[in-house]
């Protein structure tokens, strides 16, 4: 299996936590899927805290410190903040699959949008109030599919 590793050109936008968090995923041989499960969160709100793009609680705190070997007062000083999302990349990114998903996006907003309106009427989607997954499907043919499931509170305006 791939582990996701330490990428030194995201330094300067990230915070500190950032390279202390991957380090100890780094030296534990860790994927972001046995973290959660050790932690018993979603795979993708541990990386979003990984990513400096989601508040850790108290918990996660000590369960990082724990599970990564990282010293506890460390990451309650790096991760005692508040997020600062989305400064982690240029608009449009470069990146080829995070572009990819903006591309999603771009083409089908305004779809999204529509029916989403007609579904539950003028209002929006929580980021906040917010769970998403990734899974992997296997078709007949042995094609491999990504599934990533978006949910959001909705809010009337």
Known sequence: MSLCTFD?????????????????????????????KELNRD??????IFYGQAQASMDDIENLSRVLGIDKSTLIQQLSGFPD???AMDMPPKEPLIYRLYEIIQNYGYAYKAILNEKFGDGIMSAI????KVEKETDKDGNNWAVITLRGKWYVQ
């Open 8 to 36: 030194s050109s995201l330094t300067p936008r990230l915070p500190a936590s950032y390279t202390t968090l991957f380090e100890g995923k780094a030296r534990n041989n860790l994927s972001f899927e046995d973290i959660a």
């Open 43 to 48: 795979e993708v709100a541990i990386a979003a």
């Open 85 to 87: 999302r989305g400064r």
């Open 129 to 132: 109030s917010f769970s998403t």
